[in-house]
């Protein structure tokens, strides 16, 4: 129903910075949360922020509050993260994750649809 295909990973020296955007395709209900999540190997997955269908009411993981800032685009279907001062620790393969859920954003068992993700790697 929902294809949703992240971009913007790379390598970055900490400090620096990097934008994510995610795209979505296929039947985008409006109503859709979006949402970034992180996934460090081994690890289990972690949420970053969330958005709502109408770009108000963004939610972050207090890991990344003040440095990250996630943002809708005009038509809605696009969700971007911008990531500043990163840190070694924010390494992980980040996703792109879509809700209808209007409540839980930072649970991953309330997402319904997820990117193929994109790697982040801050060196030290």
């Known amino acids: 129903q929902v294809h949703l295909v992240e971009s913007g990973g790379g390598l970055v020296q900490a400090g620096g910075s990097l934008r994510l955007s995610c795209a979505a395709s296929?039947?985008?209900?409006?109503?859709?949360?979006m949402g970034w999540f992180r996934q460090a190997p081994g690890k289990e997955r972690e949420f970053v922020a969330a958005?709502?269908?109408?770009?108000?009411?963004?939610y972050y993981a207090d890991s990344v509050k003040a440095r990250f800032t996630i943002s809708r685009g005009n038509a809605k279907n696009t969700v971007s993260l911008q990531m500043d001062s990163l840190k070694p620790e924010d390494t992980a393969v980040y996703y792109c994750?879509?809700?209808?859920?209007?409540?839980?954003?930072?649970?991953?068992?309330?997402?319904?649809?997820w990117g193929q993700g994109t790697q982040v790697t801050v060196s030290s």
């Open positions: 958005i709502s269908w109408s770009g108000g009411s963004p």
């Open positions: 296929g039947r985008t209900f409006s109503s859709y949360v």
């Open positions: 994750a879509a809700t209808r859920a209007k409540w839980n954003w930072g649970t991953p068992g309330e997402y319904d649809y």
